[in-house]
């Protein structure tokens, strides 16, 4: 890299990097309160909160560099026309190319990172992320441990945990189990815990009673125990009963998806449109750059015409990130429809890049240099 190149690159870089994690700040603050009832409800620790939530991250990444290239871009390049900078290289004979080149590499550095996330630590991150959000929702130990709330744990049994100890002890247990309509009961007792192996739990009581009443004679029955285990069965909700969604799927599952016996036949396009998302979304951090890059340093650097283009290439950009949604639900409907996601991702690149490599007029020929860089 000579010297104009290195100089711009260390701006656009150092601006990419601020732009980026302020958006994924905002991004990650907004979802991040989604998941503050684990917190209240489910008695998830601050670590765990705060772990289930980064697992987030690559899913926000994938969208937010694109544009936080693109925002960085139009911001450096309309300061360096602003500045005049522009305007010295271009008369000291700098190319088109050389110009649009610290934009470029960063471009192509962001398209890297962008199959990197796409194609690994994605569908990686966001398969922890669900298993774990799985877990934590039909777990007993975060679901039942509820201080001071009945809560049904299965269709026809309730629970209450008056407190809850910091050494997972249960104190002021309440169960009532109506499985057998014909002859229900409640348990009590003054402490316990929760135990779970091999995929069953039990709540294990002492110093309790255990109240039923004869539906025929209607005689209240008292039975007090020292020590009482109550088997809540299987533990619902595993993780081999999850159905998987396509982005925590790899690219190798996804290619065989046709043969996975777990995804029903109506759904096949949308794990097939994924291939194709993830290997095209990468793509746009390149031809967002392009379209900056064209509306930007091509032609005279005219104040004047700075805002208008600016605001072309902001309508530019956001028309192409709204088409993406859309040819999403359209191409897993309809799998022939597939080339045009890559006719969307590559074909603005081309003719921005076409666009920007035509040979700029610097002055009409009727005016000097000097009138030229001074006007505007």
Known sequence: MNGFT??????????????????TCIIWL???????????????????????TMLMLPNFLTVILPIALFCVVVFIYAKMITDRELVVMRAAGVSQYALAKPALVLALVTVGIGYLLNLYLLPNS????????WDI???????????????NVAP????????????????????????SKETPYTLM???????????????????GNRQSVDPKT???SILYFDRYSFDLGKRGGGNDDRHREPRERSMDELFDIETATDVPKQDIGKYVMEIHKRLTSPLLALSFTLVALASLITGSFSRRMQTKRILVSIFVMVALQATVLGLENITAKNLALIPLMYVHAILPGIVAFWYMMKQPQLWPKSSSPQMAFGSG
């Open 6 to 23: 290195r100089y711009v690159f260390r701006q656009l870089f150092v601006g990419m990097v601020m732009v980026t994690a302020g958006l």
């Open 30 to 52: 907004s979802q991040s309160l989604r998941f503050v009832e684990l917190i209240v409800n489910r008695g998830v620790g601050a670590g765990t909160f705060l772990y289930l």
């Open 126 to 133: 966001y398969r922890l992320f669900r298993e774990m959000q």
């Open 137 to 151: 929702r039909y777990n007993y130990s975060h679901v039942l441990l509820r201080e001071g709330a009945f809560t």
């Open 156 to 179: 026809d049994i309730t629970l209450y945990v008056r407190e809850r100890t910091k050494d997972g002890q249960l104190r002021g247990i309440l169960v009532h189990d109506q499985r």
């Open 189 to 207: 007792a003054a402490h316990g815990a929760l135990v779970e192996s091999d995929g069953s739990t039990r709540v294990v009581m002492y110093k």
């Open 218 to 220: 209607n005689n209240l």
